[in-house]
């Protein structure tokens, strides 16, 4: 049997700790733990996962990949609220004001609902500024937005803490506002106004991209610092009615979205550039996520009714291994 110095051309490291950035291929021996470990490429994709129980689209989210809430969305405008304990929906409270193309924050226990669209009145969008907070159980209506908008994008770490920018009031704001579990207060803007945009992060990190932002529709990514806005590098696919999830301003992810045509098409931010990786199972546009770069959740959105109620979960294996002697 060959060894592994004479596969790999040299023996095994031997180390009291791991490596911090250990290269690709790369075997060693931790001595603390005495285990033998190594170094594998991340790979992510996106799995097919149980349906939500309602078809919809321009919805909103709050939480993780593992525990999330799905809200409000059309056609017509909803007031239906499910919860994912990363197997399977079920349906709970509703919002007290069914509307659709809404924004989320927070977690599946504790989020927040703002602005939308309740409908059409006469023909015309029925803007809306409303708030609801979301305590695990059942929402409550609390002070509204400074700005009605819908087509906005959203943020924020719980139901006390979060943040609401751009939108479409008549036609696209820049408009940013920041949440303090009472009261919304207006704060620096977006440097392109625009609606249709993805959101990622929390109240004092957040990232803002795509959206359409007259007269192209965008690749935009601006990067929010708990002051101002600042632009950094474009998506590598334009669109709108995408989805984001992301913990900060320097770890995201969008996916799907409007690109002529609807889009599956998803990338990895890393606080520099954007990185094109696996594509959604199901193209669509208006659909909501939420999570992490490297752990996420996608649902709901157009085409109907597959796109609907169509749930996808991102995962990423790989990085470091400990290797069996079993």
């Known amino acids: 049997m060959s060894t592994y110095k004479q596969i790999a051309g040299t023996n095994i490291e031997v180390l009291s700790s791991d490596p911090a950035n250990p290269l690709e291929g790369q075997v060693w021996y931790n001595s603390t733990s005495n285990t033998v470990k190594g170094s594998i490429p991340l790979v992510s994709s996106w799995a097919t996962v149980n349906s939500m129980n309602n078809s919809r689209s321009s919805l909103a989210s709050a939480g993780i990949n593992?525990?999330?809430?799905?809200?409000?969305?059309?056609?017509?405008?909803?007031?239906?609220?499910?919860?994912?304990?990363?197997?399977?929906?079920?349906?709970?409270?509703?919002?007290?004001?069914a509307r659709a193309a809404l924004?989320?924050?927070?977690?599946?226990?504790?989020?927040?609902?703002?602005?939308g669209d309740l409908g059409p009145t006469g023909g015309t969008p029925e803007i809306f500024a409303g708030t609801e907070t979301w305590n695990g159980t059942s929402w409550t209506e609390v002070?509204?937005?400074?700005?009605?908008?819908?087509?906005?994008?959203?943020?924020g770490a719980n139901n006390t803490s979060a943040l609401a920018f751009g939108g479409r009031p008549g036609s696209e704001t820049a408009?940013?506002?920041?949440?303090?579990?009472t009261?919304?207060?207006?704060?620096?803007?977006?440097?392109?106004?625009?609606?249709?945009?993805?959101?990622?992060?929390?109240?004092?990190?957040?990232?803002?991209?795509?959206?359409?932002?007259?007269?192209?529709?965008?690749?935009?990514?601006?990067?929010?610092?708990?002051?101002?806005?600042?632009?950094?590098?474009?998506?590598?696919?334009?669109r709108y009615s995408l989805a984001g999830s992301g913990a900060d301003n320097t770890s995201a992810l969008g996916f799907?979205?409007?690109?002529?045509?609807?889009?599956?098409?998803?990338?990895?931010?890393?606080?520099?550039?954007?990185?094109?990786?696996?594509?959604?199972?199901?193209?669509?546009?208006?659909?909501?996520?939420?999570?992490?770069?490297?752990?996420?959740?996608?649902?709901?959105?157009?085409?109907?009714?597959?796109?609907?109620?169509a749930t996808e979960s991102w995962d990423t294996t790989g990085g470091t291994i400990t290797f069996s002697d079993s």
């Open 175 to 181: 408009a940013t506002e920041s949440w303090n579990g």
């Open 183 to 238: 009261n919304w207060t207006e704060v620096n803007d977006l440097n392109t106004a625009r609606y249709g945009l993805a959101g990622a992060g929390i109240q004092t990190s957040a990232l803002a991209f795509g959206g359409v932002d007259i007269p192209t529709n965008g690749a935009l990514t601006e990067s929010w610092n708990g002051t101002s806005w600042t632009e950094v590098a474009d998506l590598n696919t334009a």
């Open 256 to 309: 799907g979205g409007y690109a002529v045509p609807i889009t599956a098409v998803t990338e990895s931010w890393n606080g520099t550039s954007w990185t094109e990786v696996n594509d959604l199972n199901t193209a669509r546009r208006y659909l909501r996520g939420c999570g992490t770069n490297t752990a996420a959740l996608a649902f709901g959105g157009d085409p109907q009714p597959v796109g609907g109620t």
């Open 103 to 115: 924004a989320g924050a927070g977690i599946n226990t504790a989020a927040l609902a703002f602005g």
């Open 66 to 97: 593992t525990a999330a809430l799905a809200f409000g969305g059309y056609f017509p405008a909803y007031a239906f609220t499910e919860s994912w304990n990363g197997t399977s929906w079920t349906e709970v409270n509703d919002l007290n004001s």
């Open 143 to 155: 002070n509204d937005l400074n700005t009605a908008r819908r087509y906005l994008g959203g943020c």
